[in-house]
């Protein structure tokens, strides 16, 4: 099982700011197979980020994906309120196929 | 666009089945793959099982052999049946489809919660 490790648990900033949020896995990732979701408050997870580096339909470019192998990051530029939310990465590959990282919380400074 | 809408009993009795319905609207379930994913409360994301509108399936081992994923392509429609529950399967179950590319999950439904309980 491939697991994730989010990093840090917890991240405040203020609006404006840069949130930089870091997902380390177990073992080697394929770049196709990293993806990132948020999740607000009484809401599903959306999709953010595929395969690594590649923003889903309708997520602003303020939302930017990298990384290979076992070290991937999410930046978030220019911090919206809407914005504060938890933040997942997800991996495709051996079984189970799929798992997740525990989220980091983005919280308002 | 393509939308998810999860169905079932919000309540289920300690060692019963716990037995859920994802309708598919907006789009056709045939050619993708369909899962179903749990978040107990505060907690984060747990994959449980996905189907192929085929039929194949694949299984989290977690759950061993208390679990089992259906489709039924004329209703549209995928089945979550989740047996000899305890209060650790107490969660927001969500369903979602898998992207065919990049495998990762770009429709989700708005979860349905389901509490373990006699």
């Known amino acids: 099982e491939t697991v994730l490790t989010q990093s840090p648990d917890t991240l405040s900033l203020s609006p404006g700011e840069t949130a930089t949020l870091s997902c380390r896995a177990s073992q080697s990732v394929g770049s196709s197979y990293l993806a990132w979701y948020q999740q607000r408050p009484g809401q599903a997870p959306r999709l953010l980020i595929y395969?690594?580096?590649n923003r889903a339909p309708a997520i602003p470019d303020r939302f930017s994906g990298s990384g290979s192998g076992t070290d991937f990051t999410l930046t978030i530029s220019r911090l919206e309120p809407e914005d504060f939310a938890v933040y997942y990465c997800q991996q495709y590959g051996s079984s189970p196929p799929y798992t997740f990282g525990q989220g980091t919380k983005l919280e308002i400074k | 666009q393509v939308q998810l809408q999860e169905s079932g009993p919000g309540l289920v009795k300690p060692s019963e089945t716990l037995s859920l319905t994802c309708t598919v609207s907006g789009g056709s379930i045939n050619s993708y793959y369909w899962s179903w994913i749990r978040q107990p409360p505060g907690k984060g994301l747990e994959w449980i099982a996905y189907?192929?509108?085929?039929?194949?399936?694949t299984y989290n081992p977690s759950f061993r052999s208390r679990v089992s994923i259906s489709v039924d392509t004329s209703k549209n429609q995928f089945s979550l049946k989740l047996t000899s529950v305890t209060a650790a399967d107490t969660a927001v179950y969500y369903c979602a489809r898998r992207a065919n590319y990049f495998y990762n999950m770009d429709v989700w439904g708005k979860g349905t919660t389901v509490t373990v309980s006699s």
């Open positions: 189907v192929y509108y085929t039929g194949t399936t």
């Open positions: 395969g690594a580096s």
